[in-house]
């Protein structure tokens, strides 16, 4: 947060869970961890050193009960093995230790009565039914609505209307509905139906080849869908405009300021004040963050367009590939297809998003505001083909470049980041501090290991 008062008020607090270094005052994990708590951080009390199975079942019992008492919220335990030296040995795997294991207490459950499933629009039409509950207090907080997700779900929990239905917190946070009580079932009710009709707009549905998802046709003409797009556009990691959030977004629409993505480029300071209870300094942020827009990178902008399936770095790999919107509007499944990571459906779903007039017309007005809709010159001057096909993974700290440099670097140079060393990774990009569970696993599997210099290096053969 900007206001560091606020962030002094919040009262955010840290607890210590593992030492790292080369010159380890122990060859344990406990007394490490005293020693961390003896320099004045903070270790949680619950830690202690178990001697067999017993005593670790006998834990489990003891926090299953306490852990309702704790400040925070819980739902689980973690065990690791203690020596260093035996944690070393049995090294990890792609996405975890295997010296160390998770063990997570049954989630709390309530059931309570379905008083009716809701079906709700998203921003790219998928339509998401929601059971809506009879008030139940399940971990500390009231739950009143669970995602029923898809009609494949409902179908397989047989869910009646009226039904007493079981309800969890998946991880101790999200509401979600695990089973129905058969026993006191409505005799005669009627199974809940999935909806045909959009149940906004009124469109014919559509279900989504080899998935479970049904998404309402009319794109560009369902409120939801269009505010949703809206919030997307305007997104931080999209155009960034600041301002413009879910309750101004439907503000916007709702007064017929902007009625698709391209409106918010025909928005002044005086049409932004006629909203209601809308001050200067508002429209002010909002029509800088709107100018600034027009500096956004190509890329960002094929992000924000809402193309169903085409996320972040999807976005990214048609953008170098297709280096302006023209061409990326002119190619055709099977040339789509044959660009990296992009598959058939995606190259499908790219087709017919170009193919709606509407969405042409959009991309017109947008490029007639300014937006970038080509690759920078600068930006295809560093691409190239040194790190075609590698994987590559990033650990430790660097000097002369940020992570997110480095990654935009083996981006532009055709190689792939990859987040876990396998057997697949080419090498490993390491600065300071490598993280030691990575630094076993590549010599483990031969993997090369390359410093910062060397990398730069390879750019410029």
């Known amino acids: 947060m900007q206001n560091s008062a606020e962030v002094a008020r919040r009262g955010l607090d840290a607890y210590i869970y593992y030492l790292l270094g080369d010159n380890l005052p122990y060859d344990n994990h406990y007394d490490n961890m005293m020693a961390v708590r003896d320099w004045g951080f903070k270790v949680s009390d619950a830690m202690t050193v178990l001697q067999s199975i017993d005593a670790v079942s006998d834990f489990i019992g003891k926090w299953n009960i306490e852990r ?12 690791k093995i203690n020596s260093l030296r035996q944690q070393l040995n049995l090294g990890s795997t792609a996405k975890s230790p295997r010296w160390a294991i998770a063990y997570k207490f049954q989630a709390e459950r309530a059931c309570t009565k379905l008083k009716y499933v809701s079906f709700e629009v998203g921003r790219t039409g998928v339509i998401t039914p929601v059971a809506n509950l009879e008030p139940v207090l399940l971990s500390g907080t009231i739950v009143k609505r669970a995602s029923l997700h898809n009609e494949d779900i409902i179908r397989s929990l047989d ?7 079981y309800v969890e917190k998946g991880g101790e946070i999200i509401p979600k509905i695990v089973g129905v009580d058969l026993e006191s079932r409505i005799q005669g009710s009627n199974p809940i139906e999935f909806v045909r009709l959009c ?12 998935e479970s998802a049904w998404v309402c046709t009319n794109s560009n003409g369902c409120v939801p869908q269009i505010t949703g797009k809206i919030e997307h556009f305007v997104g931080r990691r999209m155009m960034n405009i600041d301002g413009i959030g879910e ?14 993505i391209a409106d918010i480029y025909d928005l002044t300071v005086e049409k932004l004040l006629t909203l209601d209870r809308f001050g200067l300094k508002s429209a002010q942020r909002i029509m800088k963050g709107i100018k600034d827009s027009l500096s956004v990178p190509f890329e960002r902008v094929i992000f924000a367009l809402s193309i169903p399936f085409v996320g972040e770095t999807v976005a990214k790999k048609l953008a170098f590939a297709a280096h302006d919107i023209d061409s990326l509007m002119a190619m055709n499944e099977l040339q789509l297809a044959c660009i990296d990571e992009i598959g058939a459906k995606i190259a499908q779903s790219v087709t017919q998003f170009f193919a709606i007039p509407e969405n042409r017309t959009i991309i017109e007005r947008l490029r007639n505001a300014g937006l970038q809709m080509a690759v920078s010159e600068e930006a295809i001057a560093t691409v190239s083909d040194h790190l075609a096909g590698k994987s590559i993974v990033i650990s430790g700290v660097f000097a002369h470049h940020s992570r997110d440099e480095y990654k935009k670097m083996i981006e532009q140079n055709g190689g792939k980041n990859a987040g876990s060393i396998s057997s697949k990774t080419d090498f490993v990009l390491a600065g300071e501090n490598m993280g030691p ?3 076993e696993k590549a010599r483990k599997l031969g993997i090369s290991i390359i410093t910062e210099d060397q990398f730069l290096a390879m750019l410029t053969d």
């Open 159 to 165: 869910i009646h209307d009226g039904d007493m239905l």
């Open 68 to 79: 309702k008492e704790l400040p925070v919220a819980t739902d689980g335990l973690v065990f």
């Open 437 to 439: 569970a990575k630094l």
């Open 199 to 210: 149940p906004v707009c009124g469109s014919q549905l559509r279900r989504i080849e080899g």
């Open 247 to 260: 309750e101004l977004a439907e503000q916007l629409f709702n007064s017929g300021l902007v009625r698709n």
